[in-house]
């Protein structure tokens, strides 16, 4: 088996051989004394779990919902159809299709197949996954398609014709590699991808860009702007709205900084902004996002707010901002989107949305309240911003099946086009938002759902989940999986909206970045503490989940406070904080969790990092680590390692890896039924 993309080299492994550390060999993704190890642990785990009494029903209903015929497809515009990419039993790998939107608004939708990936994989002898496509705009009869071996992060690029449905023939294509590419017009690419030795940084992203011209080799291509190994990455995009036509380069230095340029008069022009704020287009505005408080003429604009400023008016030395949105203590921006004459925003309020739509009238943005439901989530897509103010209305809270709908802006009512069918009985079950206090005294809300009559007497099985990350926010939604797998049960689903996330904007964030990180871990715990004080449950009955960073924040709470959980599910985790940056797209993250080569910053990293802290002797709950094999963006060395250790001091521990999947753990239905299925016996099986 061939190393995925940013494994580390032969050479690197042999020198770990010498290091302290004797687990470190689980790091060569490709080694077959690992993988020997891996499948002997998958096989332990899979026998004790798939053994359990009804697995097979719940995996059965799991890959029901998942390829169910009534889910709610959603769909973009390209030209003048709407496309949609589709996953069920027939299309376990997936079709791309398209369909008029009079169609799609009819109640049986007429669908064309654009490209069958079972059907191409099965020519190509090739798993591919679907990552997207790049569109020639404005003429949108091009497409660069990207495939992923596996759902790896790293992806092949093939130019597609959306007319002839097939790829060009000597058309532009790259291989496999972390690439972007963007139009510059038919015959002109803008790319950003593994040109060789020192073309890509220290975080595994492309460090130059080059203009590839049709019909000349890729060595050819003109060199046209390059960062230094050390910053994160460089990405470039063309962007066409309200008939301009934009070339933007972010520089991103770190995950939370970066430099904008525009393509202006032929050249690249650095815009004149602080290095936190993000940037964006829309006609003829410029759109900044600030993570500080930013200080213009004397005037000083929130962290988290909306401006605006006039693009020419803007590089010719104006700096008249104009406020969308500016934040409140309990309030910050969800997301934007854009229709032809409107901005789309979604703003929580406590961690609920409440829909807006802005518009410049005369010398200010006015916001209008769209109509929504007072509790749930909310999410806004404008259908084209160069041609309507039409827009999509998806509305969803825990016990509530999505709702689609389609709107204009300005117009009143609002047609549903469809709703998800109930895919778990919801009888007898509510929502409550309720809040803990930190130990720093900080108020941290968490939703609770479970049955109206629940008895409060600490018996209750109940899962806990968090992610705490990259102001990222967990906002209420609809699952048939966690409905199924749990809610159905009798048990208690519960979601914390810790620091770290995005639920009270950059601050909120901020809070828990670098040497405050402990803050998010005590958040979580807080919420743990309140549900057991309360009587909710108990530690003999409480689970915890999570993922990625949230495999983190598992690793921490398995390691910190064993007290809180009798099982711990620890999903593509970061767990050796030691050498995160060194691996795969680790050094990315520095900004959010320091550097741990620098003694000062391993000070307070080495306090939490879950594969430095475990100790003999601990009453520790009994965990599952998953992840897979073909991630390349956060390393299967840290589960296996982690699995390693625990083995090692004699726990009690569980282990899987899918060799597929990515960082998303399952590339189709049938894995992503398996994970699932295996990840809610197991806790289910702890905590009842």
Not at 87 to 108: F, N, V
Not at 547 to 559: A, D, E, H, Y
Not at 584 to 605: N, Q, R
Request: glycine share 10%.
């Amino acid at each position: 088996m061939s190393l995925p993309v940013g494994g580390l080299l032969a050479a690197d492994n042999a020198d770990m051989s010498a290091t302290e550390d004797p687990n470190l060999w689980l790091e060569d993704v490709g080694g077959d004394e690992a993988l020997n190890w891996v499948r002997e642990r998958n096989a332990v785990s899979l026998a004790e779990l798939q053994g359990t009494p009804g697995y097979a029903e719940l995996e059965a209903r799991l890959r029901a919902i998942y390829d169910s015929k009534d889910r709610i497809p959603g769909v973009y515009k390209i030209g003048e159809l709407y496309y949609n990419f589709w996953q069920d039993a027939e299309h376990p790998q997936g079709i791309w299709r398209r369909t008029t939107l009079e169609s799609y608004r009819s109640e049986e939708t007429e669908w064309e197949t654009v490209l069958d990936l079972d059907a191409l994989g099965k020519a190509e002898d090739e798993n591919w996954v679907w990552k997207g496509s790049s569109v020639l705009e404005p003429a949108e009869d091009l497409a660069m398609i990207s495939l992923s071996r596996g759902g790896a992060d790293a992806t092949v690029k093939r130019e597609f014709n959306l007319e002839t449905k097939q790829f060009v023939d000597g058309g532009f294509t790259l291989p496999e590699a972390k690439s972007y590419v963007s139009w510059l017009d038919r015959d002109t690419l803008w790319v950003g991808t593994d040109f060789g030795e020192g073309s890509q940084t220290e975080s595994g992203y492309p460090r130059i860009v080059k203009k590839w011209r049709r019909g000349t080799p890729i060595e050819e291509a003109e060199q046209t702007f390059e960062i230094d190994a050390e910053e994160l990455g460089l990405f470039i995009g063309h962007q066409v709205t309200q008939g301009r036509h934009y070339d933007m380069i972010t520089r991103a230095m770190t995950f939370y900084t970066n430099k904008a340029y525009l393509l202006h008069e032929g050249e690249w022009v650095e815009i004149n902004k602080p290095d936190d704020v993000s940037m964006g287009v829309f006609g003829d505005w410029l759109t900044f996002q600030p993570r500080e408080d930013w200080t213009v003429d004397g005037e000083t604009f929130l962290a988290g707010s909306l401006l605006t400023a006039k693009v020419d008016a803007f590089l010719a030395g104006d700096r008249d901002l104009k406020v969308v949105f500016a934040p409140a203590e309990r309030t910050s921006l969800d997301g934007v989107s854009a229709t032809k004459n409107y901005l789309l925003l979604n703003v929580l309020d406590n961690v609920r949305s409440r829909p807006y739509a802005a518009k410049f009238v005369g010398e200010a943005w006015e916001l209008m309240p769209l109509d929504a439901p007072e509790f749930g989530r909310v999410s806004l897509r404008g259908l084209d911003s160069d041609e309507s103010d039409d827009y999509f209305m998806t509305v969803e809270d825990f016990l509530t099946p999505t709702s689609l709908y389609h709107a204009v802006v300005g117009e009143p009512g609002k047609q549903l086009l469809r709703t998800l069918p109930a895919f778990f009985d919801a009888s007898g079950l509510k929502i409550e938002q309720r809040e803990a206090v930190s130990a720093d005294g900080t108020r941290v809300p968490y939703f609770q759902i479970g049955p109206e009559d629940l008895k409060l007497d600490g018996t209750n099985p109940t899962l806990l989940y968090g992610y705490g990350g990259f102001e990222v926010s967990m906002d209420p939604f609809y699952s048939g999986s966690i409905g199924t797998a749990w809610l159905e049960k009798g048990g208690v689903y519960v979601l914390a909206n810790i620091r770290g996330g995005g639920e009270f904007g950059p601050k909120w964030h901020r809070a828990a970045l670098k040497a405050n990180r402990q803050r998010a871990y005590d958040d979580f715990a807080a919420v743990a503490e309140d549900l057991i004080q309360r009587k909710v449950t108990s530690r003999e009955h409480l689970g915890t989940q999570g993922g990625s960073n949230g495999g983190l924040l598992m690793g921490v709470m398995l390691t910190q406070r064993p007290d809180l959980f009798s099982a711990v599910l620890c999903q593509v985790p970061l767990l050796d904080m030691k050498r995160y940056h060194l691996l795969l797209a680790g050094a990315s993250w520095m900004g959010e969790y320091g550097d741990p080569d620098k003694p000062e910053e391993w000070e307070f990293i080495s306090k939490y990092s879950p594969y430095q802290n475990v100790k003999e002797g601990v009453d520790y709950p009994r965990t599952l680590f998953t992840t897979s094999t073909r991630d390349d963006r956060v390393h299967p060395g840290h589960a296996r390692k982690m699995m390693a250790r625990m083995e090692s001091h004699g726990y009690d521990v569980l282990y899987y890896e899918n060799i597929e999947g990515g960082h998303g753990g399952a590339a189709n239905n049938e894995q992503r039924a398996r994970m699932n299925a295996l990840g809610y016996t197991f806790l289910w099986n702890e905590v009842k």
